[in-house]
């Protein structure tokens, strides 16, 4: 709706952080103008008081967003103001409850000065957000274009090391190599196809596992692979095309060059849910750390980018390396396709 009045989604765990430091801040500077005789007892009370009434009044604006987003801007605006008088009349019955022990009538002359100042402070903030969603989607989207020059750089990088490994194999076993070939066909038909940037998890993993097939080819057991996958339907949630290939990729190459020095090479890629999230465990052998963090630099960074744009926050992204181990470990939101 044109129209419409829209709220910026305040239920974000960066959103109320945000709002908690601004309230406070806008509570430090009232104190400290001497208001109150700089009296700690006074600071803590009023911030704990300004916090409870905008953070709840965050709460029902988050809950009743998707409502507020269908009114007409000034409705909406009449609708956000009334919410918010709403819940500072129930803080302040709770407060003299608290204090005197029984229900009592609002001061009102105090009350109509706290609602007005909260009502400028609540406008504020909302158009404080407004302002900054309006930032991080043009931000987005200029993520997003740069995401679409670095998959186009990660496509012909995978074919041509495809393309090398069949070339060899050609000389060698020309079997082999035409297997290859159709793990590479099948491969980039799943992993490479124009349009929406996320697939399901299932045709991530075959992903995967096409490659490893092509990676068999030309390592044999240095590319072996431990999976752990539960999930109990892979087909049903949707994760970002080419989140794990790249780490995949890299594991195999760094745990082979281990496997050249001696028999502790490996590669484990895990894969759970919990009621929210999946998570996902990419963990290899590696002989030089050091080199393995310098040359997983670019997956790494282009995996993280396409995973803010996708998920904002609301993902995690962790890197280790020690004792000749490499870990990388994320968890996304669970989302149905």
Known sequence: ???????????????????????????????????????????????????????????????SREWL???????????????????????????????????????????????????IIVCAILRFFILLEKFAVRSKAEAQSKIQALQSRIQP???????NTIAELTAIDPKKAEQAIHALSMLFRIGLEEGKPTHSLEQELNLCKRYQELEEFRLGDRATIMWIVEVAAVEKWQVPKLILQPL??????????????????????EVKETSKHLSILVENSVADQDEQVAGNGMAINNIQERLFVLYDDQFSFRVRSQNNTYRVIMRIPKQSL
């Open 157 to 163: 990088h995978f074919l041509f090391n495809s393309l």
């Open 69 to 119: 987003a269908r009114q007409k801007y000034m409705v909406g605006v009449l609708l956000s103001c009334s919410i918010c008088l709403g819940v500072l009349l129930l803080v302040e019955f709770v407060s003299i409850f608290v204090m005197t022990g029984e229900f009592d009538w609002i001061d009102w002359s105090r009350f109509w000065p706290v609602f007005l100042a909260g009502i």
């Open 248 to 269: 995949l990729e890299n594991a195999i190459k760094y745990s082979a060059q281990t496997g050249d020095q001696n028999d502790s090479s490996y590669v484990i890629v």
């Open 1 to 63: 709706m044109v129209d419409g009045f829209r709220i910026p989604n305040l239920c974000r765990n960066s959103s109320l952080l945000l709002v908690v430091l601004l309230t406070q801040l806008t509570i430090a500077v009232v104190w400290l103008l001497g208001a109150y005789q700089n009296q700690w007892q006074s600071f803590g009370l009023w911030s704990f008081y300004a916090q409870w009434v905008v953070l709840s009044s965050c709460l029902c604006l988050c809950w």
